[in-house]
């Protein structure tokens, strides 16, 4: 017996407050990141899960680690304890 659930939709947070519009997630996941204007970034908060590679790219070259990525296979996050 096999238990195969669907793929989860991955979830996406940006900080806009530490993005500085330098556009590194733009290039990297064109489908999920995009300019609304010259500097204002809008984003997919829930993209498909087979952009996970995309998207964690993104998050990779993103100079002030503004992106926050969730879902589909990432564990939960645990609850206090963690220094931050
Ligand atoms: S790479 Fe980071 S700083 Fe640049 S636009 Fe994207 S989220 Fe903002």
């Known amino acids: ?24 997630c733009v290039y990297a996941a064109p489908t999920v990141f995009r300019f609304h204007g010259e ?6 908060y829930a993209p ?5 590679r995309e998207v964690e790219r993104a998050a990779a070259a993103c100079p ?3 992106i926050t990525l969730s879902g589909a296979t990432e564990p ?9």
């Open 1 to 24: 017996m096999t238990t195969q659930s669907p793929p989860q939709p991955l979830r996406l947070v940006v900080d806009l407050n530490l993005c500085q519009s330098y556009g590194q």
């Open 39 to 44: 500097e204002s970034l809008e984003y997919d």
């Open 48 to 52: 498909d899960a087979g952009l996970r």
């Open 64 to 66: 002030v680690q503004a």
């Open 76 to 84: 939960a996050p645990t609850v206090g304890g963690a220094d931050r």
